[in-house]
């Protein structure tokens, strides 16, 4: 059997970061203790300002932590930093390539800074243009590159030197739906040879789609982990979406008491129930608002989802956080 620490690659005991400010002392991470286990895709999905980015920083060696403790890929992130950095990859929301150069001499540069000589280095860089489809463009300077491109050449420097650990961090942001699906191949053709990868996103459906296990993490602090089908499946039934105008508070009064709502919730106008059977339900629903002299602008019927999930857990929903962010 596996001993329990062989199979984490990342344990955190409650990890902090404050910052000062003019209004004072801003805690974004608050408290943060996890374990992340070898060779899965493990997700921080949560809103910008969640402490996503930052947690990534403390453990990547980016970022002293305030207080508490981590061990990265096998070493003390406090102690022993410099062992940490040499089994890890980082890739952050900028990336960090020179866009005068070509991608294939960035690789090759990168390989040198980690000690490799340079036909080990020319050898290293050919692979991962191989692998990440880079070929068309290797030999072009980077700033003449799409977002997709750019992104895999970002990628392929994090993992130059062969981590265990790749962090990424929101890696498709600003990218186009074809080179967004072109990013989640190699994120898990990564995990399937054995790369351990933690990746911040805001995208449900990214998360959704990616990770093995992800944590919900709201105002620094994990809300709920475990895998997207475990989260879904805790909210049990269907979502009912009910639209109203300026009669929200009274059908929320008026169908929360019935006995097939097991919950609710009200958001102005919008009213949302957690219901058995969604397709038994709605007739209900209708029938009854009906008889109340109650009018509907809108219903909706849909599967539990991870935005349901960070509902139920922090009272709004991401999408209308990133939408307002």
Request: aromatic share 4%; charged share 30%; hydrophobic share 40%.
């Amino acid at each position: 059997m596996t001993d329990p620490v062989d199979r984490a690659v990342i344990t955190t005991r409650e990890l902090r970061r404050t910052f000062k400010s003019r209004r004072g002392a801003v805690e974004a991470v608050a408290g943060v203790s996890m374990e992340v286990t070898r060779g899965e895709i493990f997700g921080f999905l949560g809103p910008n300002g969640a402490g996503k980015t930052t947690t990534l920083r403390m453990l990547a060696t980016l970022l002293p932590p305030s207080s508490g403790a981590a061990t990265v890929a096998g070493h003390d992130l406090l102690r022993d930093p410099g062992g940490v950095r040499e089994r890890i990859g980082y890739v952050g929301q900028r990336g960090g390539s020179d866009p005068e150069i070509t991608g294939r001499r960035e690789l090759e540069f990168e390989a040198r800074l980690y000690g490799m000589g340079a036909r080990e280095a020319a050898r290293r860089s050919a692979e991962l243009v191989d692998a990440l489809e880079l070929d068309s463009c290797a030999d072009r300077k980077v700033k003449t590159y799409s977002g997709g491109q750019r992104r895999r050449l970002d990628m392929g420097l994090g993992l130059v030197h062969r981590p265990e650990l790749l962090f990424l961090d929101e890696p498709t942001t600003g990218l186009d739906p074809q080179s967004r699906a072109h990013m989640w191949i190699e994120v898990r053709k990564l995990r399937d040879s054995g790369t351990t990868v933690f990746l911040t996103t805001h995208y449900l459906e990214e998360a959704d789609a990616l990770c093995d296990r992800l944590a919900i993490i709201d105002h620094g602090r994990i809300v709920v982990e475990g895998s997207p089908d475990q989260l879904k499946r805790a909210v049990a039934g269907d979502v009912v979406t009910l639209g109203v105008t300026g009669a929200g508070q009274a059908v929320m009064d008026l169908v929360s008491r019935q006995p097939f709502v097991r919950e609710a919730t009200l958001d102005g106008d919008t009213v949302r129930l957690y219901v058995d059977r969604g397709e038994t339900a709605a007739p209900d629903l209708l029938r009854l608002l009906d008889g109340a002299g109650m009018e509907l602008t809108t219903l909706a019927m849909s599967r539990p989802s991870l935005d349901d999930v960070f509902l139920r857990q922090t009272g709004r929903s991401l999408r209308e956080s990133e939408g307002a962010a």
